[in-house]
């Protein structure tokens, strides 16, 4: 048998037939940029992200890099995040001519360890990134109680976490701003690249907008540095098909995730350790991720048997070459970098099917009792 990571071609035989129709429209229409379907799935993602406003952008890198500039993050200023995460999240950061202060992780969720903010914030720090990483939200009470005493930014990276929760809270709610990416193996994946900003306060949504488009406001008038950064309508026609089935494909993960949790438990004891939903979130699964031992050799084994795996991430960022200016060093994050050691991800996605599981849990089963 032979599985992959993400296979997204069931998905696709589903909302075929709907997707050629709406594509076929908008070439029709020839509205190409900023169209009607743009400004639909704007509304929807914002609605359900319990926030005022959508801006839609062409990709979840530079979400975060506009959502940092419309947030009036400057040259110099210092943005706290996690090393544990996508390039991205830190590349926004330099990007945005800032400096990306990394924290350490909570080894449980392996998102930032909130109880770890405080001692890095100095009188630069504008804004906190917490990345809710693999599909669960970051402790997210702490960080904004941090952020409102030391009157921070918190910017969610959610680009892997659409539709989860927190103590009942969506993505955005409780922040300045949350970014979603639709690269296409995203559980909201588009067709190619896409990304969005949610808000709910109005002058940092006003300035993303005004920033997507060069900076013009009005036409021809450039106040602020922009971009050439918009959600394609093409993109969003097919994001518009995708979304009522999100809250189902989530559901779809959980099972996924409960099954493998449930059967590998059962047997392999302390060799795995399987994913952890803290108690009043809502994790959806993006990635299902096992802490295991001799990493390396279990997924050569389980590519042997057809069985292809992710680690997500070997390198933490703060010992990535290009930020060796920072001048961090090996074991000044240990929990990241022991994380980034061990962690193993298995193939997730809605369609996936339990005789795969079955044949997936058999062979770390082989490979850890042989
Ligand atoms: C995918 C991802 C991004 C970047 O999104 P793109 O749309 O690929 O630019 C940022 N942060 C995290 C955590 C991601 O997983």
């Not at 930014?153 to 970014?179: C, L, P, R, W």
């Not at 026609?237 to 089935?245: C, E, F, T």
């Not at 997924?299 to 290009?322: D, F, N, R, W």
């Not at 000044?332 to 339990?354: G, I």
């Amino acid at each position: 048998m032979k599985v992959q990571m993400l296979d997204l071609s069931e998905q696709y035989k589903i909302i075929k037939h709907e997707v050629l129709q709406k594509l076929d429209e908008v070439m029709s229409s020839s509205q190409f940029i900023l169209g009607s379907y743009v400004k639909q799935v704007e509304n929807n993602i914002a609605e359900m992200s319990k926030t005022k406003y959508g801006i839609g952008v062409a990709n979840g890198s530079d979400a975060i890099h506009i959502a940092l500039q419309a947030a009036g993050v400057k040259a110099g200023d210092e943005v706290i995040t996690t090393s544990f995460t996508f390039f991205a999240t830190a590349g926004a950061i330099a990007r945005a001519n800032a400096v990306p202060v990394f924290v350490d992780i909570d080894p449980i969720t392996y998102n930032i360890d909130p109880s770890k903010i405080e001692e890095v914030i100095t009188e630069k720090t504008k804004a906190i990134i917490p990345v809710h990483l693999y599909g669960q939200m970051a402790d997210m009470n702490p960080i904004i109680e941090i952020a409102e005493k030391y009157k921070l930014h918190v910017i969610e990276d959610a680009a892997q976490a659409i539709g989860s929760t927190y103590k009942g809270k969506q993505v955005g709610e409780m922040s300045s701003a949350a970014t979603y990416s639709f690269f296409p193996t995203k559980n909201l994946g588009a067709y190619g690249d896409g990304g969005m900003v949610v808000s709910n306060v109005e002058n940092l949504a006003e300035q993303a907008r005004v920033i997507r488009v060069h900076g013009s406001k009005p036409k021809y008038h450039h106040h602020v540095l922009g971009y050439n950064s918009r959600l394609d309508e093409m993109q969003a026609a097919v994001l518009s098909v995708k979304l009522p089935h999100l809250p189902i494909w989530s559901e779809d993960r959980r099972k996924h995730a409960a099954y493998y949790t449930e059967k590998l438990n059962e047997v392999l004891g302390d060799r795995v350790v399987t994913p952890v939903e803290i108690e009043g979130n809502y994790h959806v699964f993006h990635q299902y991720t096992l802490r295991v031992e001799r990493r390396d050799e279990l997924q050569s084994y389980l590519k042997e048997q057809g069985v292809s795996t992710m680690i997500y991430y070997p390198i933490p960022l703060h010992m990535q070459p290009v930020f060796k200016d920072l001048g961090y060093k090996v074991g000044d994050l240990p929990e990241t970098e022991k994380a980034a050691q061990e962690a193993l991800s298995l193939p997730m996605f809605p369609e996936l099917k339990r005789e795969q599981q079955d044949y997936i849990i058999d062979k770390i089963k082989g490979f850890y009792l042989k």
